[in-house]
């Protein structure tokens, strides 16, 4: 049986919505590569609030979702020039947080990690489980990698719902 030395872990946490939880992954820095699958849903609560109506819910299916890296006691993300990874077209930011953190050859964490969204498993999803995919990829882990990330999602104004009241 291998042995795998887990030294810390990543964190990721939400933006602006009603929390479910924290998801963590443990990281293994020994490794060369590792992908974490996680949901939205997962991280925020998709069955009440905004996000629960269906209106919203479509909206989220066609939004970018986005990760920041952030630092001890900020963990704030709100700026598009905070934001290091996210599904939709690059913006062209790379945040001092994400570029400080190297591994041993100097490259840096904005170039060592991605966010890729899945494709719904089911239309119909009950908005628990398998809704809203998204994959974490990290290469070469680092110590200095650890720590939170806060995951958001930006809905363009044209996929926002209009409802009149």
């Keep these: 049986m291998k042995k795998h030395i887990l030294s810390g872990c990543i964190t990721v946490l939400a933006l602006c919505l009603s929390v479910k939880g924290?998801?963590?992954?443990?990281?293994d820095t020994t490794s060369e590569f590792q992908t974490y699958s996680f949901d939205y849903c997962d991280v925020v609560d998709c069955r009440s609030g905004g996000i629960?109506?269906?209106?919203?819910?479509?909206?989220?299916v066609k939004g970018q979702f986005y990760l920041c890296?952030?630092?001890?006691?900020?963990?704030?993300?709100?700026?598009?020039?905070?934001?290091?990874?996210?599904?939709?077209?690059?913006r062209g930011y790379a945040?001092?947080?994400?570029?400080?953190?190297?591994?041993?050859?100097?490259?840096?964490?904005?170039s060592r990690l991605t966010l890729s969204a899945g494709?719904?498993?089911?239309?119909?999803?009950?908005?628990?489980?398998?809704?809203?995919?998204?994959?974490?990829?990290?290469?070469?882990?680092?110590?200095?990698?650890?720590?939170?990330?806060?995951l958001g999602c930006h809905i363009e104004p044209k996929?926002?719902?209009?409802?009149?009241t």
């Design 119 to 150: 494709q719904l498993k089911s239309p119909d999803c009950n908005r628990k489980a398998n809704c809203l995919p998204l994959y974490l990829n990290l290469e070469n882990p680092q110590v200095g990698d650890l720590g939170k990330y806060v």
């Design 52 to 60: 629960a109506t269906n209106y919203w819910f479509d909206a989220y």
């Design 69 to 90: 890296v952030t630092r001890p006691g900020n963990e704030n993300c709100c700026y598009w020039s905070d934001v290091g990874w996210n599904t939709g077209k690059d």
């Design 95 to 110: 945040p001092r947080k994400g570029r400080d953190r190297r591994d041993k050859q100097g490259r840096s964490l904005l």
């Design 22 to 27: 924290l998801t963590t992954f443990w990281v």
């Design 159 to 164: 996929n926002r719902p209009h409802i009149s």
